[in-house]
C-alpha cells in the first residue's frame, strides 16, 4: 500500500482556473512529498509541448527539484501518470515508481491523488520547517568570458563556434580537473576528495540552519588551467596570420544556481547536482546567445515566491528594459498561479545572497519600515484583521531636518504611500519633498504658484492628484461627515486591505493619519483602526513609537469615552489602488 501524499503548496489554487496540467514539483529524498506545482503552458495537439516544457522547467526549477507528478482537471489519474511519466523522460530523469497522480473533476471539486498503481493515496501533514529540516540549500555563482575569432563574418561560423564554446565548457564542469569548495561556517571541503563524507558534516552546528528558512550553503568551482608535469617548459606563443579578415566576438557568461539536495547525502552526490544546474543554466544561456546574438547580457536571477517553500530562477537580459519583458513576467506569474498586479519578477525584486543568508534587493535608507510588525492585536471580540500587503517607510515630522511641525501631516502621509509603491517595485521614483509635492499641485493647475514654498495644508484630493500624476495611480475617495461614522465605513476597508493592500490616508477633520488596517466584527459592528500617526516628532526609535502609541490600534470612541475621530468634524478617506502590472 502507498504511503500518504504530503502536499507544501495550494494544489486547489493552482488548479481553480486551470483546466489543463499542472506539473507536481517533488525531491527525490523525500517521495511522495509535493513542495510546490508549475502550470503546463506549452501545448501541441491538445497535450503537453514536452520540448517546450522541459526546456523552461529547467531554467524556472532550481537544481534538485524535480516533476514526480501531475495534476489534470477534468481527466483521469491514468492520463495523469502518463504526462507525469513522458515528461520525465524527456528531462531525462531515471524511472520512477514514486509518481503521483492528482485529479480534480472540477474546479470546483476537491482533489484526489493515486499512486501509479492508480490506488488512491490519502493526504497527511507536512511542514515547510519539516522539509527543511533534512533538505540543505547550496549557491553557486560562476563567471566565464567567451572568445570567438571568425574569419567569415557569417553568422553560420558564429553559431558553430559559439556550440563548441559552450560544449566545452559545460564538459569542464565534470572534468577531473574540476573541484568544489564548499564553505561551511568555519571549514571548507573539496567535494572530490571528501566524496563519501556527508553533506551534513559541513554544518558544525544547527545555528548555520534555521529550519523553517532556507540559508544557502556557498560552493565554489574552480578548475585547473595549468597542466602537471614533471618537465619544466617554458611558454609558447604561436602566431599564425589570418588570411582574411578577422572579427573578435566576446561575451561574459554569468551562472548563479541554487540546488536542493539531503542533508544526508554524500559530498559528490550534492557536487553532482551543482555541476547538473550549472550545466543546465550554462546550455539554456548558449541556445539564446547562439539563437540570437551575442552582445545579449543574460543572467539568472533568484525570486522568492508567495506560498513557495523554495525560490525559482529567470534569466532576463541586464540591457533590456522592464517594459520589453513584460510577456515573459506574465507567463511566470501564469506557471507559479501567481496575480497578475503584482511586479513579483522584476529584476530589483531579486533575491541577493550574502554570505549564509537570502537579502531582498530593497534598500532601507534611514528611515524605520513596518513599525506595525509585531504589534499586537487590540481585542476585537471575533474579530477579522485586514492589513496593508507589503513594505513601507515611515515618514513623519521633523524628518529630513524640515519643520513640517503643524501642518506637514498630510505630506508625510503621501510620502508613506510612495514609499508602499517603491518598496515593491511599481516605481523607482524616488519620495517628492513637501516643495515637490507642491510644484506637481501648480503644474497640474490645483493650486496658485504662490504655493510653493507655503505652510498650507493639503488633503485626500490633493493626494490623488499627486499619485495620477507622479505614479499614474488612481485612487477611490471615501467621505464621512462625522468621525462617529467612519466604523461604519470598515468593511470597505477591509475589502480594500484584501484585494488592494495599500495604505490608506485620512484626512479632514483637524489631523492627517495613514491607516494600515482595520480589526472589525461584521457581526456586532465593533471596530478599530491600524493607525501610523505621522505627528511624531522623536528619532527612529521604534520602542518609543510603540509605547507612546505613535503605531497602534485606535478606536473611534475608546472604552474610557475619549473620541479619536472627532464627532462634529469630516474625514476624508484615500485609498490608492493597486496598478495592474507585472
Not at 529547467?58 to 481527466?75: F, N
Not at 530589483?348 to 504589534?375: E, Y
Amino acid at each position: 500500500m502507498a504511503p500518504a501524499v504530503r502536499v507544501l503548496c495550494d494544489l486547489a489554487k493552482q488548479s481553480q482556473e486551470n483546466a489543463g496540467v499542472a506539473w507536481l514539483i517533488g525531491v527525490p529524498w523525500m517521495p511522495w512529498t509535493i513542495v510546490s506545482s508549475i502550470r503546463c503552458l506549452r501545448y501541441k495537439d491538445g497535450d503537453p509541448d514536452y520540448a517546450a516544457e522541459e526546456g523552461e522547467l529547467r531554467i524556472l526549477l532550481p537544481g534538485g527539484l524535480e516533476v514526480i507528478g501531475a495534476l489534470l482537471v477534468g481527466s483521469d489519474a491514468a492520463k495523469a501518470c502518463a504526462v507525469a511519466t513522458k515528461i520525465r523522460e524527456v528531462l531525462n530523469l531515471v524511472s520512477s515508481n514514486d509518481i503521483v497522480a492528482a485529479t480534480r473533476s472540477s474546479s470546483s471539486d476537491g482533489i484526489t491523488f493515486f499512486s501509479q498503481a492508480l490506488q488512491p493515496i490519502e493526504q497527511s501533514s507536512f511542514s515547510a520547517k519539516e522539509f527543511w529540516e533534512s533538505t540543505a540549500l547550496l549557491h553557486c555563482q560562476v563567471e566565464l568570458g567567451l572568445s570567438i575569432y571568425t574569419s567569415s563574418g557569417t553568422s553560420s561560423d558564429l553559431k558553430k563556434q559559439l556550440d563548441g564554446k559552450i560544449r566545452d565548457l559545460a564538459e569542464s564542469f565534470t572534468s577531473s580537473t574540476t573541484v568544489c569548495i564548499m564553505e561551511g561556517s568555519s571549514r571548507s571541503f573539496l567535494a572530490r576528495s571528501q566524496a563519501n563524507e556527508e553533506l551534513q558534516s559541513v554544518f558544525p552546528d544547527s545555528a548555520l540552519f534555521d529550519s523553517s528558512i532556507p540559508h544557502p550553503l556557498a560552493v565554489k568551482l574552480l578548475t585547473q588551467q595549468s597542466k602537471q608535469t614533471d618537465e619544466v617548459i617554458a611558454p609558447v606563443v604561436h602566431y599564425t596570420p589570418s588570411a582574411e579578415g578577422t572579427l573578435l566576438h566576446t561575451a561574459t557568461v554569468s551562472l548563479d544556481v541554487l540546488c536542493l539536495v539531503s542533508r544526508n547525502s554524500a559530498l559528490h552526490k550534492a557536487m553532482n547536482t551543482i555541476t547538473r544546474a550549472l550545466t543546465i543554466q550554462l546550455e539554456s544561456i548558449g541556445k539564446a546567445l547562439s539563437a540570437r546574438n551575442t552582445s545579449l547580457q543574460l543572467r539568472p536571477y533568484h525570486f522568492k515566491v508567495p506560498a513557495s517553500v523554495h525560490p525559482v530562477t529567470a534569466i532576463f537580459d541586464k540591457n533590456q528594459l522592464e517594459r520589453d519583458s513584460v510577456d515573459l513576467r506574465k507567463a511566470l506569474h501564469s506557471r507559479l498561479g501567481l496575480p497578475l498586479d503584482r511586479p513579483l519578477f522584476r529584476v530589483a525584486n531579486a533575491l541577493t545572497i550574502r554570505g549564509p543568508q537570502f537579502i531582498s534587493n530593497r534598500i532601507d535608507g534611514k528611515r524605520l519600515l513596518d513599525v506595525h510588525l509585531g504589534l499586537p492585536r487590540c481585542g476585537i471580540s471575533g474579530g477579522e484583521v485586514s492589513v496593508i500587503d507589503g513594505s513601507y517607510e515611515y515618514y513623519h515630522y521633523l524628518q529630513d531636518r524640515m519643520d513640517d511641525k503643524g501642518w506637514g501631516c498630510a505630506y508625510r502621509s503621501l510620502q508613506t504611500i510612495m514609499s508602499w509603491f517603491r518598496l515593491q517595485h511599481y516605481t523607482s521614483m524616488k519620495e517628492p519633498s513637501h516643495r515637490e509635492i507642491q510644484a506637481t499641485l501648480v503644474e497640474i493647475g490645483d493650486k496658485e504658484p504662490s504655493f510653493v514654498g507655503s505652510q498650507e495644508w493639503i488633503g485626500a484630493i490633493e493626494l490623488s492628484f499627486v499619485l495620477d500624476k507622479l505614479l499614474g495611480v488612481t485612487s477611490k475617495i471615501l467621505s464621512v461627515r462625522s468621525g462617529a461614522d467612519l466604523p461604519e465605513k470598515c468593511r470597505e476597508l477591509a475589502a480594500h486591505f484584501d484585494t488592494q493592500g495599500t495604505p490608506v490616508m485620512i484626512g479632514g477633520g483637524v489631523l492627517a493619519y495613514t491607516l494600515l488596517g482595520v480589526d472589525y466584527n461584521e457581526f456586532t459592528g465593533e471596530s478599530a483602526f491600524l493607525i501610523l500617526d505621522p505627528h511624531y516628532t522623536g528619532g527612529e526609535d521604534l520602542k518609543t513609537i510603540r509605547s507612546g502609541g505613535w503605531c497602534g490600534w485606535k478606536k473611534a470612541v475608546s472604552d474610557t469615552g475619549r473620541e479619536f475621530f472627532l464627532r462634529n468634524k469630516f474625514y476624508n478617506l484615500l485609498l490608492p489602488q493597486r496598478p495592474q502590472a507585472v
